[in-house]
């Protein structure tokens, strides 16, 4: 069975933008860089992988690929959807994370209120969306023990055609 996050994968173009930002602005540490040209698929293509650590041990694995075209969003998908959230143990954390954030003249969103969750939201240089969040409290027993009902409620919903698109 699972137990935790090793890494997340993503794709960069600059992997010393990437090392800078994620170090300079959000804390990670530089812990490998690994240059090569197998991948796992066999694949034979040059590619550097820089690794950014997090205190609990968890990585961010930013992959150059220079012989790729550039990684694109996907145009069906909402912006907002793919977000990567990372925890801060302090609600102050959240406000020293924005202003290092914004003094790299990006763009933050929050914080936002979400009963016992507070969050900001912002994009790193490669288009990643970010979040930044802090809990006031554990996850209720009570919001674990109605998951099942309201992803029923959701189906059903849905299988009713609430939401149909209007293509």
Known sequence: M?????HIGNRCNDPRKAVEFYTEVLGAKFVRAVSG????????????NVFLQLPDGSQF???DAPLFKPAQADPNTPPWVRHIAM?????????EMKRRVEARGVAVDGPVERGR?????????????????WSSAPLP???TARAWDILEQWEKRKAAGEFARED
């Not at 991948?39 to 040059?46: C, V």
Request: aromatic share 12%; glycine share 6%; net charge negative.
């Open 37 to 48: 040209t197998k991948i796992s698929s066999g694949e034979d293509t040059p590619h550097l």
């Open 61 to 63: 694995d930013f992959m």
């Open 141 to 143: 027993t009570e919001e």
């Open 2 to 6: 699972l137990k935790s996050i090793d």
């Open 87 to 95: 925890r801060v143990d302090k609600r102050e954390d959240l406000f």
């Open 117 to 133: 969750n507070t969050g900001i939201y912002f994009y790193d240089p490669f288009g990643n969306r970010l979040e930044a969040t």
